[in-house]
């Protein structure tokens, strides 16, 4: 599976970004899907995922309730949308892809990160 995370940018404090990962390849629609993130200095740590059916997400406790994960199997896709952004959540953003779920970053795909800065 290839994946190519998007929709990064600059955004003030409260404000909202959807991120999108794009994937190729094996069938999308048989893999659970994950959104990593990693602030400057920081280790990688989890945010989000989603089953491969759409029907169970899960959440970090940083992001729960500000952050709703979401898939287009169809379109090959998943989304993070991210409200009342805070500065802490600055960092790269990846989305990955596995047959398990983790809240570890040993997920068997990823994609290049999409860099999020939310400034105060």
């Known amino acids: 599976v290839q994946l190519q995370a998007s929709g990064g940018g600059v955004v003030q404090a409260g404000g909202s970004l959807r991120l999108s990962c794009a994937a190729s390849?094996?069938?999308?629609?048989?893999?659970?899907m994950g959104w990593f993130r990693q602030a400057p200095g920081k280790e990688r740590e989890f945010a989000a995922a989603i089953t491969w059916s759409g029907g169970t997400t899960y959440y970090a406790d940083a992001v729960k309730g500000r952050f709703t994960i979401s898939r287009d199997n169809a379109k090959s896709t998943v989304y993070l949308q991210m409200n009342s952004l805070k500065p802490e959540d600055t960092a790269v953003y990846y989305c990955?892809?596995?047959?398990?779920?983790?809240?570890?970053?040993?997920?068997?795909?990823w994609g290049k990160g999409t860099l999020v800065t939310v400034s105060s």
């Open positions: 990955a892809a596995d047959r398990n779920i983790k809240t570890i970053d040993t997920w068997n795909y």
């Open positions: 390849g094996r069938t999308f629609n048989s893999y659970n």
